[in-house]
């Protein structure tokens, strides 16, 4: 099935941090996927939920610290496979992990991940995502029990199966997300990864999990983190990215509610991983 989509391209100054929250506020409304350019940002939402007002309320742009002017126009579904080729470039995780595309060419790593990057946010790019794969491979995840929340292109469940879990359910309320999940696990070979469409509302009261990685945002985390914190089993890990350092106090205070226990964290470019444990 075809969308037609609306890009918005934006030039924004300066343009960190700027384009980093614009992102960040945009991730929140129903933009699907965001390509980087030399003066900001291009956000891309199917034409039906676009409207005249989805702008009104990004605070960043009423912001007087940064400048941020932008333009529009309707396109139509293009060859995402073409458009990245020319954007899209591998990832190399510490060394170990090497994430590629399908048109790049394979390298002897010790993880090898192929994403088909369509509209779909998840490559490894975004330093939440890198944050997280940095942990994946940090952490004792062998027969593990793994979910992956806001799971984007699956790439981080797909990377705990090859670190040894034994199973791992992938949630996106996003349906591209949810078909490229399907793409890519299907691509790496990989069994035992359930996707499932939907929000948090999908998720087990009962405790199943020994790990969960919840890279969403700050506001989705903080009201949905009770319903995180039911599906994890005794002496269980729990990371959470997808806001800035200046968030980590609001984060912290929830969990701490919640039950959980601060054991460390990662930072990178202001964005921000944080570990935590369900005794």
Known sequence: MEYQY???????????????????????????????????????????????????DVQVMQSSEFEIDYTSETITQVNWNEEWEKNFSPIDVDGICYVR??????????????????????????????????????????DKSVLDMGCGTAILAILAMMRGAKEADAVDIDRWCYENSLENIQKNNIRNITVLEGDASVLTTEPKYDLVIANINRN??????????????????????GFYTEDIAAIKSEAEVNGLIFVDNMEKNNWVALHFQKK
């Open 6 to 56: 609306t890009a918005y391209r934006f030039n924004v100054s300066p343009k960190q941090p700027g384009t980093d929250i614009l992102l960040a506020e945009l991730s929140e409304k129903e933009f699907e996927s965001f390509e980087e350019t030399e003066t900001g940002l291009i956000a891309y939402i199917q034409s039906q939920f676009d409207h005249a007002q989805i702008l009104d």
């Open 101 to 142: 595309a399908p048109f790049h060419s394979p390298k002897n790593a010790e993880y090898e991940i192929v994403i088909e990057p369509k509209m779909s946010f998840g490559t490894g790019h975004h330093e939440t995502t890198y944050l997280m794969m940095k942990y994946l491979l940090k952490l004792n995840i062998k």
């Open 220 to 241: 989705i985390l903080l009201a949905d983190m009770k319903k995180y914190v039911q599906t994890m089993k005794p002496n269980s890990d729990i990371l959470f990215s």
